[in-house]
């Protein structure tokens, strides 16, 4: 079935250091991608998205880089601060109207 | 300040007991969405709303019920509460249904049912 998957549940980081956080999609139909944050007691909070027509999009701090062959999406959060702990979520539309959110990956950052 | 807000924040219930979440947007959003998160198996979609007066099933709607009879507003009703149903549920908007369209989210309400 479709499903939306995250290689690691946990991530644990220093202060500094660059993140990555993956996540394979299975469906080839999915034509868009999004990355989600949820700190502890609060709401997913958006990130950055990528269209399937991209390879690679930069924000702030964070760049989304999807691979279409291998169906595997991550994150990369470069000089990863203690506000970067939270939960990662990433999350494929393939085609109709529901996102499908993969499982989470708790990413910690030591000082 | 423009967001969605829910109401209760948590709420600990009975089981058997009749229950509406609340969810307000002042987005104007077409679309509105209610999740809920479970530890370990994500977010799972509930009921969605592309437009005011249209709902569909997600992916778990048994024993949920919702209703759009405006833009802003998308209460979540269990009608008989069980045991089950004790999650965490967000509500999420966006400018309009359909793919490739960000969805903005609520902070949520903590469920415990009894």
């Known amino acids: 079935g479709e499903s939306v998957g995250l290689h690691l549940p946990t991530l644990s980081v220093q202060e500094g250091d660059n993140s990555i956080i993956n996540c394979a999609y299975s469906n080839s139909a999915s034509d868009y991608f999004i990355w989600y944050k949820q700190e502890s007691g609060k709401g997913p909070q958006f990130i950055i998205d990528i269209r399937s027509n991209m390879d690679k999009r930069q924000g702030q701090r964070v760049t989304v880089l999807l691979n279409k062959t291998v169906k595997h999406l991550s994150l990369q959060i470069a000089a990863t601060q203690p506000g970067d702990s939270a939960v990662y979520f990433c999350a494929e539309n393939p085609k109709g109207t529901a996102l499908i959110f993969g499982k989470g990956t708790t990413l910690s950052v030591s000082s | 300040i423009a967001g969605i807000t829910q109401a209760p924040t948590s709420q600990i219930l009975a089981a058997g007991r009749r229950m509406t979440l609340r969810c307000t947007q002042d987005m104007r959003h077409n679309a509105m969405y209610w999740y809920r998160q479970d530890l370990g198996l994500g977010l799972r979609l509930i009921h969605y709303?592309?437009?005011?007066?249209?709902?569909g099933k997600g992916e778990v709607p048994d024993g949920y019920s919702v209703s759009r009879a405006n833009t802003d507003d998308f209460p979540l009703t269990l009608a008989s509460a069980v045991p089950s149903q004790t999650s965490v549920y967000f509500c999420a908007s966006s400018a309009a249904g359909g793919p490739n369209n960000e969805q903005f989210f609520g902070p949520g309400t903590r469920l415990t049912v009894l």
């Open positions: 709303s592309n437009t005011a007066g249209t709902t």
